[in-house]
């Protein structure tokens, strides 16, 4: 099966999580053809719990960011998707299912806190999202979520924990330098983890990202601007022609 990759962070990682190009990543992946993605993201817990190294397969989001794009939608042409599910379900099950047929301690579901970055939290920011039942916080599952489900394609997400935040006590509070190294103990396991599951996603979909705008565009058709059209075509042709 074809598989395509995309470094969010650029070669080198050039590029801070406020400033990714999301909409043009998604829109990218999407144009070539791709149904699912699998982001690999690197985290901090919020639950004692949840251990540095440990994986999270997160199915719920909390959006701390600010000023990102996070929609192909406006000037002219409404869409509203449906979004109380922000992870494919079915995605995320094979994720879970291949982690822990390799072993890899792995957590089923759970609450990822998106922050805007690239500073990581204050203490009170981290016991305040403790106490909103967090699991795990983040850069970067947003704004690609959402763009993915107005593209119609599936997202979940390998959550790889490299710290505690900076809530817990009794360890040292998250570093550049603590991040970089657990990301790297991390990074074979990921690879093992991507090379199992995407033999496993192969088929047909039977999840309803796929259809995440059939009822979601609200303009009519005839109000929306030629230039839309052509430019959106490779997410709403099959609804607007």
């Avoid at 251990?51 to 397969?57: A, K, R, S």
């Avoid at 099950?93 to 970055?117: D, F, M, N, P, W």
């Avoid at 916080?137 to 993915?148: D, F, I, N, S």
């Avoid at 074979?188 to 995407?198: D, E, F, G, S």
Wanted: hydrophobic fraction near 40%; proline fraction near 5%; include cysteine.
């Amino acid at each position: 099966m074809p598989v395509a990759f995309l470094p969010r962070h650029g070669s080198g990682h050039r590029i801070s999580p406020s400033e990714l190009p999301a909409r043009a990543n998604i829109f990218a992946l999407k144009s070539l053809g791709v149904e699912r993605i699998i982001s690999i993201s690197a985290v901090g817990s919020l639950r004692e719990d949840i251990h540095p190294l440990d994986l999270v397969i997160p199915d719920q989001v909390i959006d701390r960011t600010r000023g990102r794009a996070s929609t192909f939608f406006g000037r002219g042409l409404v869409a509203h998707i449906g979004f109380a599910q922000p992870f494919c379900a079915h995605l995320s099950q094979i994720l879970y299912q291949t982690a822990t047929k390799l072993g890899t301690r792995v957590h089923s579901g759970g609450t990822c806190v998106v922050i805007e970055g690239p500073a990581f939290s204050t203490k009170a920011e981290s016991h305040l999202y403790r106490s909103w039942g967090a699991s795990i916080v983040g850069m970067t599952a947003l704004p690609e979520a959402k763009l993915a489900r107005e593209a119609e394609m599936c997202y979940a997400t390998l959550a790889f924990v490299t710290d505690y935040d900076c809530w817990h006590e009794t360890e040292e509070p998250v570093s550049v330098e603590m991040v970089v190294a657990n990301l790297m103990k991390n990074a074979q396991t990921a690879k093992n983890i991507l090379r199992a599951a995407i033999a496993a996603v192969a088929g047909e979909r039977t999840c309803r990202c796929n259809t995440a705008l059939k009822d979601a565009i609200i303009t009519s058709p005839e109000r929306i601007p030629a230039n839309l059209r052509r430019e959106l075509a490779p997410l709403i042709r099959k609804y607007i022609r």
